[in-house]
Structure formats: structure tokens, C-alpha cells
């Protein structure tokens, strides 16, 4: 038998289909009918194992992309998709929230309001006193929630299944599908939300046949090749609803034979999972119609907002017809950048919808001459997080090796913190804007918040409008940062021993440093109280003289080395760089901040908490840990400094700003205003300034604190785990009760006490010797003179070689008992006789 084939396939070499017909032929006329019902039969039987071996490969093949289908429905379709994703939204007890609002944060995360199917993330539903949310079915958590509201304002009870719990968890956010584009606010879409006549008109120009073909249609294929004579012709393209689904959310844009058959198979699976609705649903939501402004327009609903200013429902059929004409063209048929192509392609819908009988040809005639109109407001504020999500795609390929094209990547941002810093930054803006209208040019701002145990970023505002500026001044701007970098100061020399309460001159000095250099500093405005201050004092009332004294008893070397270590450039060493001379951002500055509430360990800023899989809950470990930069100890005396700061220093505008939380921060003027400052859960910088480095004229306590204040009274409001009643102490921390005039130890008749947090041994170890019982010196010391003749303040003389503190009174300019204090800071208790 093998050698009769072989005769027949010519020794392997290749024939003629006719040749080898006309063998055949010859073979069957040729040979015994035994032998030519055994050759039917191997051919048959090959043709069976073909047919087997291809219907297998089929199988195989559609076992394949149906897990794929599966995967995508069990993590959730709207929110498994390569791209950008906001940290997940955490519901909790107490938090002040609406019912508006939630509801608004569910169809954003793709819950849709009814019975759902398992392609959206879950279901909700409004009663009377609560709203109840079923998450998707194939989550971890299938069971009902039920959310209980305190009037309308806050919530005030969680149960899932009845069971009282603390917090329930959102799906996360879409930030951005595409690397290079913004998303703007979009929420979900159900096929019951869809009009009518914008379901005609997409269903008349894009797939005909949707609600009968089985996800692939052979017939519109052929229809398409043979009818469609020209891009504006009535006619449809030849992938069906389905396959485009598939095509924007599974597959790369390659034109490619095997695309293709992708295409086919995970229509064909799509369809035997989801329901008709579910699909057209999801391609309304999905489907790209171009872009306005920095932010891409993506779904039917944010269409509507974008362009036409107005919910979905109230479309009418000249709009509903434009956005179903923009699908197969988004750029080429924009009613915003090409009106006339745009109304041509509107008309073209209008024709395929009377050819389909959804409409008839009295109502085109009342609309085609219309000219197509688009809102004015671009709405720049629909965008989420623009400059957040260019940093993290910045991020992630330079330092993950991901891409959000192929990855799914969930970010650290805080959607509701990051509208509250939005919110904040355009308020403080405006006032600005109303109260200052002699600025020659709009200011500029920046607002970076993190989490200060994790280093995690929860908001970021990169500018004033994202749209007419892309640079992100919260990372990339980098300004003299000016008496917020004075906490550094302070620091470095606690670090080296110094005590707050050593006594500094609060006078007009002049410093030699490099042995013959001259530097001679001033206050802020020229203002000098004329005497000695504790340092404390020159840290919370941001007094410059002090603070260089300070930094140069400390040794400028150490503080350059100690900033380098927070996190921050490295300045140059010149006594200037005390008083914040060398630039820095706005990120590196909150970063360094957060070492003060962490127990002086550094944080390193993170914007990616996961790629691929969500993020677990996180709990912080000692990797992500920088370096212990300063004890515990002199971070929280530095924390304890700038409480003070707000309570009555610089910044004492926002005291009891945020009710029930402990606060801490710094004010800093340069040519621009800052404000750095912290609660024990939340760190926040804002700058506020001009781009090209124009002299802004404002302190930091009018330009950038007022924002500072509003974001963290909102954040703190919002979510009250963000703040604490008080900073974590550490061990070796003590309070005294010191004289603020003096340094020491106070006593009952001390009249201006302050309470410190000092270790044991830079605590002050002698009483107040300017208000205590002084030494009697025959009848002429302090104790005896009379209530009515002693002045209020004690009077700063310099002799030769000391600076002393005398008494007067009305009778006598000076007193015989008085502190002598010598050059190097020592006093000493003194009269007449020495």
C-alpha cells in the first residue's frame, strides 16, 4: 500500500491538483475494489483526525481566551483593565459623609444602582435610613453592607450581613487606561440609563445586528465589504459591538491575522457569559470619544458632560446622533475642534436611523441645517489627579519597570483628599486673586500630603490649571524654602547637645565665619526684642539672628550633613543656609517633615502601592524605613517647638483651626510663601508663588497657610483617623515648666510660664533667677522693692565682657542684685560686694 501512495504522490514530489485528480483517477480504475474501499477509508479517517485534531486546537484555543473572559469578570471588567488606579476608598464609622456623596463614590468605582451582574463591581440601593451595597459576587466579600447615616451627614453604622463591622472597602477608582492621556470623573453606566434614541443611533452605525448575532457576525462582514463604499457612507464597519468591546479592552491595537482571530474567540466567549444589555452597557461605558482640553473623554455619560454640559437622559436626537458618529472617528468627527465634519457625520447617523425605522424623515428635516453646538466650560476640574498620575507614570517606568499600558498599577492618591487639596489650593487662589488685585501676575501653587509612617502620597496638586501648564511644581520646582527649613537647624543642634533653653541675643549681630568673612543677618521686617531669648523662642517666632547664632555654635557642616540625610539637597556652607537658602521641592520638604512625627526615622515618598494584584492591607515594616536620622527625642522636642509655632508663633493664625488635633508646623517667607506642618496621621506642604521667581510679597502665613489650613480641617473632618489628640511621646522625654523670659525653671511669681518637652539632660537645672526669691543684700535686693516700683521687664545692659540683667525700678535706675551672664552664655547671681 505504500508504495501504490507513493506512486501517487510522484515520490513526494509536488503535482497539480489536476494531474493528481487524473491519478487518482487511473488508481480506482486501476486497482481491486478491495483495495479502493481501503484507501476511502484511510482518507476518511484522516479527514476524521483532522477534523478532531482542528475542532480540539478550537477547543483548546477557546478554553484559552474563555479563562481570560473569566479572570476579567472575577476581578471585576470596569476595574481589571491595564492602567491607573486610585487606592481603594475606605468607608468607616464616624466619617463625615453624605448619602449624595456615597453614592456618587459607588457609581464611580463601577456599582451600579440595581440588581447587577457580575460585571460591575457591585450593586446598591437606597432605603430609607441606609444605603445597602452588594459587592460583586466573585469577591472575597459576597455578603450585604449596609451603610447607616446620622443625618444625612456622617455614618454612624456599618453591618455586613447584619454583623456589626468597623469599615468596608471600596473597588479602586480608574485613574488613567492610557499613559499618555488624563481620565476625567466618570461613573458607571447601566443599559437602563441609556436613551433611547442614543442606543438607536449607536446600535444604527456601528452593529445593526447586535441583539441577534452571537458576537462575531459573518453576515455584517460581508455586508460591510460589499456596501460600504466611503467613510461617510450609512453603511457599518465590519466588527460588531462585541468585538470592539474586546478589542478596547483586551487586545493591542495591531492589525494582525492573529488579533484578529483573538478578536473572534473572546467575542464568542463574552457572549455566553454576559447578557446583551450587560455588553452594550459596558461599551457605552468604555468606548473612547476623544478629548478636550488635558482630559480624554471617555463613555457615553462623560461625553454628555463634556461636550453638551448635560446629564445622559436629556440628549436630544441631534446629540445623541453626534456622540454615535464620533465612535468610528473620535478627533476626525469632534464637535470641538471640526464643527462642520462633525455636523456631515451627524447627518450621516441621522440617515442610517431612518433607514433602520428608529426615526423618520420629518424629524431629520427639522435638524440637519442645525449647526453642532458644544458647551463652553471645558470643565478643567473634571480631571483626576493630572499631575499625580504623570508622576506615577514617570515613576513606574523609570523605577518599576512598569507600564500602565500593560500593568495594572494602584497608586497611594486619596480621591477625596486629593478633591479636598484641589478644593483648598483654588480657594486660597482666589482670595488671593481678590485681596492682592496689584500682583502683576497670577500666582502659582503646589500642594503635596502624605502619610507620614508610610510615606505614602494621598494628594498632589501640581498647579493652578493642569490644562494651561503641565509642570508639576510639587516635584519638580524646586524653591529657597526659607524659615521651613529652620526646623532642620534646631535639630542638628539638639542633636550636638544644645539645650532649648540656652540664651541666644535677639539683636542686630554681625558673625565672622572662614576667619575673616562677614555675615550680618536680619529679622524678618527688622524687628529685635533687644534681649536674650531661649532657642526655643528663635525657632517658634522664626527670629534669624538666633537661628544663624545657632547654626554656627552648631558647626554649618553638621547641619548640611543632617539635611542631606532627611532627604534634602545638600547646602552649600555659608551661614545663609539656616535661613533656607538652598532650593527644594515641595515633596522633598513633606518627606522630611514626616521624620519629625515618625521618631526621627526618614520616609522615603511612595506613590505605587501594588503592580498587578491589589493591594493587600498594608501595615508598615522596617524595610520601608529609611535611616534613623535623628533620636526620637529631638524629633518630638522639634515637634513640641512647632505646636508652639502654631499656638502662638508665626503661624498662630490656624490655632484650634482643626478641633480635637494636635498640630505642628512652620511658616517660611523667601521670594515665595510656604507652610509645612503635620498632625500625628498626615503631613502637608503648600508653596504658593510665581514661575518665574517675581518677589510674591506675602509671608508664609498670608499666602500659604490659609490653604494649609482649609485642606487639613477638611481632611481631619472627613476622616478623623487622619489627626490625633496628641503626638506619640517617646521615653527620656520630661515637661517642665520654665520662665519664658529667662530659661529657667519657673516659679509662682514667673509671669510668662510656657510648659516644654526636654530629655533630662538639656532640661534646665536652676530656677528663675529675673522673678524668683533673689538673696537679700542689706535690704537693697530684689525681694524689697516695693510691687508699685518694679517695672514689668528687666532691662539688657552690656558691659564690657557680659550681657547683664538688671532690675530697675522707679526710684533707682539699677538695683545691686542682678545676673551676670559672660560671653559663653554662663550666669552668675552677683551684687555690689560681687
Known sequence: MAIEVTSISDSGRAISPRKFAGRLSSFFHNHPRSNRRLLLRSLCGLFAIAMIVGGDSLLTSYKYYSRMIDARLASGYLTSRPGLYAAPRLLQVGQKLSRADLIVSLRRAGYVQSEGSNVWSGSFRESVSAIEVRPNSNQARSGLVTITFDGDKKISELTDDGILVESFTLEPEVLSNDPFSKAGKREAVRFSDIPPVLLHAIL?????????????????????????????????????????????????????????????????????????????????????????????????????????????????????????????????????????????????????????????????????????????????????????????????????????????????????????????????????????????????????????????????????????????????????????????????????????????????????????????????????????????????????????????????????????????????????????????????????????????????????????????????????????????????????????????????????????TATAGKTGTSRDGWFVGYTPNLVCAVWIGFDDNEQLGLTGAEAALPAWTDFMKAAVELKPELGGRNFNCPEGIKFVEIDADFGGISTLTCPHRELIAVTERLAPNVECLLHGNLPDSGGIGADHVAEGDRNDEPVLTQHSTSRVLVFPTKNSPLISTRVDVDSRGKRTLVNDMR
Request: overall charge neutral; proline content about 5%.
Open 204 to 660: 444604527a452605525t456601528e452593529d445593526r445586528r447586535f441583539f441577534q448575532h452571537s458576537g462575531v457576525d459573518v453576515f455584517g462582514i460581508a455586508r460591510a465589504l460589499l456596501h460600504n463604499a466611503g467613510e461617510n457612507s450609512p453603511g457599518q464597519g465590519g466588527s460588531t459591538i462585541t468585538q470592539q468591546l474586546v478589542k478596547n479592552t483586551y487586545l493591542t491595537p495591531e492589525r494582525t491575522l492573529r488579533r484578529k482571530y483573538a478578536e473572534a474567540m473572546l467575542s464568542y466567549a463574552l457572549e455566553r457569559r454576559l447578557s446583551k444589555e450587560d455588553i452594550f452597557a459596558l461599551y457605552c461605558n468604555e468606548v473612547y470619544l476623544g478629548q478636550r482640553g488635558a482630559v480624554t473623554v471617555r463613555g457615553v455619560e462623560e461625553a454628555s458632560r463634556v461636550y453638551f454640559g448635560k446629564e445622559l437622559k436629556n440628549l436630544t436626537l441631534a446629540e445623541a446622533a453626534t456622540i454615535a458618529g464620533m465612535i468610528q472617528g473620535p478627533m476626525r468627527f469632534s464637535p470641538l475642534h471640526h464643527p462642520e465634519t462633525s455636523q456631515a457625520r451627524r447627518n450621516v447617523v441621522l440617515e442610517a436611523m431612518v433607514r433602520d425605522g428608529w426615526i423618520d424623515a420629518d424629524q431629520v428635516a427639522l435638524i440637519v441645517n442645525e449647526p453642532v453646538l458644544v458647551t463652553a466650560s471645558s470643565h478643567p476640574e473634571n480631571s483626576l489627579a493630572p499631575y499625580f498620575v504623570d508622576y506615577v507614570n514617570r515613576t513606574a517606568d523609570s523605577e518599576l519597570d512598569a507600564s500602565p499600558a500593560s500593568q495594572r498599577i494602584y497608586t497611594t492618591i486619596d480621591l477625596d483628599l486629593q478633591q479636598l487639596a484641589e478644593t483648598a489650593i483654588k480657594r486660597q487662589l482666589e482670595r488671593l486673586g481678590q485681596a492682592h488685585k496689584n500682583l502683576a501676575a497670577k500666582p502659582q501653587a503646589a500642594l503635596v500630603a502624605l502619610d507620614p509612617k508610610t510615606g505614602n502620597v494621598l494628594a498632589m496638586v501640581g498647579g493652578r490649571d493642569y490644562a494651561e501648564s503641565q509642570l508639576n511644581r510639587a516635584t519638580d520646582a524646586r524653591r529657597q524654602p526659607g524659615s521651613t527649613f529652620k526646623p532642620f537647624v534646631y535639630a542638628a543642634a539638639l542633636e550636638d547637645g544644645m539645650s532649648p533653653v540656652q540664651m541666644f541675643s535677639d539683636s542686630p549681630r554681625e558673625f565672622v565665619y572662614n576667619r575673616n568673612q562677614l555675615y550680618r543677618p536680619a529679622n524678618f521686617g527688622g524687628g529685635y526684642s533687644m534681649r536674650d531669648v531661649t532657642m526655643r523662642t528663635g525657632l517658634v517666632k522664626s527670629l534669624n539672628v538666633v537661628t544663624v547664632d545657632v547654626a554656627l555654635q552648631t558647626g554649618l557642616a553638621r547641619i548640611a550633613n543632617l539635611a542631606e540625610r532627611f532627604g534634602l539637597p545638600k547646602p552649600e556652607r555659608y551661614p545663609s543656609l539656616a535661613l533656607g537658602t538652598k532650593e527644594v521641592t515641595p515633596l522633598e520638604l513633606a518627606a522630611a517633615y514626616a521624620a519629625f512625627v515618625n521618631g526621627g526615622r526618614r520616609v522615603k515618598p511612595k506613590v505605587v502601592l501594588s503592580v498587578g494584584e491589589p493591594p493587600a492591607q498594608h501595615v508598615t515594616n522596617e524595610e520601608e524605613l529609611d535611616a534613623q536620622v535623628i533620636s526620637p527625642t529631638t524629633a518630638y522636642m522639634i515637634t513640641n517647638m512647632l505646636s508652639d509655632v502654631i499656638a502662638h508663633g508665626t503661624a498662630r493664625a490656624s490655632r484650634d483651626a482643626v478641633k480635637g
